[in-house]
Structure formats: C-alpha cells, structure tokens
C-alpha cells in the first residue's frame, strides 16, 4: 500500500513538474511573451533545472533544447524512481537503454496529455466565460496546433469544431503511445 501512495505520489510531481518544461519549450517556440504572468509563473518554476543545462547547450531558434533535454531528464528520473517505489530497488544495467527511451516515451504522454487538458480548458471557457483573463495565452498556445485543422474543416459559421478534432486525435496519439510503450517494454 505504501509503495503505491509513494508511486502516485511521484507520478503527480514529476508529470506535473515536466509538463511544465514542455509549455516552458511551448512557449519559447511560439514566442508568448515573457512578461505573461502564466509565463513567468512557468520560467521561475523551471528556471533552477533549465538554466544550468542553457549554461551548456544553448535553446535553437524555435526550439528551446534545455527545456526539453529537463525534461526529459524529468521523465528519467521520474521512471528510475517508479521503479525504485514499485519493486524496491533500481533496476538492472541492462535495462538502460530501454529506460532512456521510455524516458523519451514518456515526454511524449506528457506533451500529448497538456494539448488534451488545454484544449478542453479553452473549449469550455470558450463556452462559459469566453473573457476569461487566461484565454488569450491558451488561444496563443493552442493556436498552431488548431489553425491547420481549421483549413481543413468546412466552414461552419459560428461553430468550431476544430478543437474537438485536436482532442480526438491527442486522445488517439495518447493510445498508440500507450500500445507502443507497452508491446516495447510492457511498462
């Protein structure tokens, strides 16, 4: 019982902790301004991590690698220390290149599971209070990802469906990682 509290509890940390490395990456590739609280709420959080590892490799022109090298050092520690929670002790040195992959893996869930809850946040604040002060940073975000799907979509007046489309097709990225991760590993 105490090794699954302790498990859960890990789980929500560190997924909440490199979710916040992915939208610190996010931001910097659509270029939200720093000053946003939301940014700088997402920087200060993240800067101990990413700033030593910026000291070493620097961020590309849309894509800002220490955040993601963070993260997914985030996502290696979180998976080592699942193991250590669940079974006890680390796990064997031949098993080291499947966990640094399913490190990989796991970012990849991640950045899935934040388009999923901030396209379904937009969505209902959309519909329920659509002058919410955070609705500009989530439309700045979500922005890239809906405006291809809404080329592509008929128009429907004043009806979007786009969104919808983008959490069907998160939903469905979700589950092929999942399988994927599973028949590799069968974590």
Known sequence: MFSEVLHFLINIIFSLFGIALIIRAWIYAIRLHPFNPYSQAVLRTTDWLVNPIRSVVGPGKRIDWPSLIACWLTALAFLL????????????????????????????????????????????????????????????????????????LPNLGGLDLSPLVLLVLAQVAMMVLQQFTFSLFGV
């Open 81 to 152: 220390l699942s193991v250590l929670a669940l079974s006890g002790q680390l796990p064997p040195v031949q098993s080291v290149l499947p966990i640094l992959l399913t490190a990989l893996l796991t970012m990849l869930k991640w950045t899935f599971n934040l388009i999923l809850w901030i396209t379904l946040i937009q969505a209902i604040l959309s519909w329920v209070n659509p002058l919410a002060p955070v609705m500009p940073v989530l439309q700045t975000l979500t922005a890239p990802l809906l405006d291809p799907i809404r080329r592509i």
